[in-house]
């Protein structure tokens, strides 16, 4: 079974070659599990995960320290495995394969000889990669999906833990340690029930092994992790909370509940794992040595929490293609979440994206003049600027009720650089983006993550984006400027149009005047200035934004 190196052209009659969406299939041959998705590259640079898959086949399993052998029955586990991939590959006619073998092939004496095996009989070409090479991906696959600066970063695999320190968003330090949740498991024999002794045996011996790290930091640091073992121990701690957001991706495990869930997991033998809402069945015999490794970097981090990761290896080697592929021209320090959200943006059904940066930008405009009186922290403009993008979004469901469509759209996309709690205000934002309901904030099922505080700072933003949506209710687009000022009994707002008829935005502002004095205590006083003559920015400025947003990027490879 071979997967097809050309897409069918018969296909897109209507596209040149360089104008056909890429398909990139991305394999992940680990110690214990498989990991596979494929990624669609639009025509305009935008990209989506369009399929994923996971299959755990122990390939280290039984590879001792001293045969160094991967054996042949995990051999056929994994081809087995790899041909249903090609199946798929072909089928979804990808355009690039990247496949890459990490630890247990990379220590094992015949894993050339295996790959070669893989090929014959599968068609995907594999390359083993180097510890450090994992390393660097693992960071390359955080550093574009999370949005930090300083912390160390471990991925805890089936036969090796890749630990490295970034500093200022560089990884400054990499080691990878031939230890994981698997080969750790057989060292112990720590499958089924665990004494206490033994933990204190396996903590100590990963304790040694981290105390030969000559940079570890001694002083307080933060730690994301990844990987499998990681995940189910997340898993766990949203299970027992009840945790109403279904994500994992920069979630953050407190360190005392990671501890009381470790202590918890030595005490139960393997069946009775089984049983623990959160944890994989495939991973109940693993689960004990892998927590353990990861409770010893924790501690030795000093870290309050884990912050997860759903990013990595894979992530990693994707955006290095992807950001080869396409020409980036310098644009100053680039702002993850608004790059991931006209991402997100951009690989939905066309809609209306001229009135959506024309609001967003009043939208801004009001936050940034408003900013004294408001004292909102500067992050929640971001906030702001992501609803406005999205604010519209749940028409593509139905317009009827698109606002709560639009909110459960945001609080469940796949976007990068928020956190849960951010995401979950802009999902409210744009859910009140016509003016704020009290009955839709209680039938919102997140809310219980949210501060009152949280709740205050999305009433205001709400508002400044209702007022935006309001002024262009009739998608005339024909607000020129808005000035704000800020007096003691009363907010101003001068509003110039270039339209000597502003009956339809006037009549669809009147209904906010309330909510605005009950949110800042003082009356909200309108001016308008019909038929003013002269340059729109605002509008001008939008239509520069979708212009950019719409461009096709320059292939290098053109």
Request: proline fraction near 3%.
């Amino acid at each position: 079974m071979v997967y097809n190196k050309n897409v069918n052209k018969n296909q897109f009659p209507n596209c040149s070659r360089g104008e056909i969406m890429k398909r990139i299939a991305i394999i992940d041959l680990g110690s214990n599990s498989i990991r596979f998705i494929i990624i669609e590259v639009e025509s305009n640079g935008a990209y989506k995960l369009i399929y994923q898959e996971k299959k755990s086949i122990r390939l280290a399993e039984g590879m001792s320290p001293s045969s160094r052998l991967l054996s042949e029955e995990a051999q056929m586990r994994a081809l087995r495995c790899l041909a249903v991939y090609a199946g798929i590959i072909k089928v979804q006619q990808v355009d690039k394969v990247l496949a890459v073998a990490t630890a247990a092939v990379r220590n094992a004496l015949n894993g050339a000889s295996f790959l070669r095996r893989v090929h014959l009989s599968t068609g995907i070409p594999m390359t083993i990669i180097s510890g450090q090479k994992e390393a660097s991906l693992g960071v390359s696959g955080v550093l574009h999906t999370i949005d930090a600066s300083d912390f160390l970063l471990f991925d805890l695999g089936g036969a090796s833990v890749e630990i490295s320190l970034i500093r200022n968003k560089k990884r400054l330090h990499s080691v990878s340690i031939p230890v994981g949740a698997v080969t750790l498991t057989e060292k112990f024999h720590s499958e089924d029930t665990v004494t206490k002794e033994q933990a204190e045996e396996i903590g100590k011996y990963i304790s040694r092994l981290l105390d030969k790290i000559s940079w570890f930091p001694a002083e307080p640091i933060p730690v994301i992790g990844v990987g499998g073992t990681i995940r189910n121990l997340a898993k766990i701690d949203q299970r027992a909370s009840v945790y109403p957001l279904h994500k994992l991706h920069n979630y953050q495990l407190p360190s005392k509940n990671l501890f009381a869930i470790v202590d918890m997991l030595c005490g139960k033998t393997r069946d009775e794992r089984l049983k623990i809402s959160g944890l994989s069945t495939e991973r109940a015999d693993i689960i004990i040595a892998g927590s353990l490794a990861v409770r010893e970097i924790v501690k030795r981090a000093r870290a309050p929490y884990l912050i997860i990761s759903g990013c990595g290896l894979r992530e990693g080697l994707f955006f290095h293609y992807y950001d080869s592929l396409y020409r980036q021209e310098p644009k100053g320090e680039k702002n993850m979440l608004l790059d991931s959200v006209r991402n997100y943006q951009r690989t939905l059904a066309p809609h209306d994206t001229l009135h959506t940066q024309y609001v967003t930008l009043m939208a801004l405009s009001l936050f940034d003049q408003w900013a004294k009186r408001h004292q909102l922290p500067q992050r929640l403009r971001h906030v702001l600027a992501a609803a406005g993008y999205l604010h519209d979004v749940g028409t593509l469901i139905n317009y009827y009720s698109h606002a709560r469509h639009s909110a459960y759209m945001v609080a469940n996309a796949h976007i990068f650089g928020w956190t849960h709690r951010e995401q979950l205000m802009a999902a409210l934002v744009c859910a009140f983006h016509h003016g704020y309901s009290g009955k839709m904030m209680k039938s919102f099922p997140h809310t219980c993550l949210l501060t009152e505080e949280d709740v205050r700072q999305v009433k205001i933003l709400s508002l400044f984006l209702a007022l935006a949506e309001a002024l262009d209710e009739n998608r005339e687009h024909c607000i020129t400027r808005l000035i704000c000022a800020d007096r003691k009994k009363a907010m101003d707002l001068r509003i110039y149009t270039s339209s000597d008829n502003f009956d339809v935005p006037a009549h669809a502002v009147n209904h906010l005047l309330k909510d605005f004095e009950k949110s800042f205590g003082i009356p909200l006083l309108i001016q308008w200035f019909p038929g003013t003559k002269g340059r729109n920015e605002i509008l001008e400025k939008a239509k520069r934004l979708c212009a950019a947003d719409a461009a096709v990027p320059e292939s290098v490879h053109s």
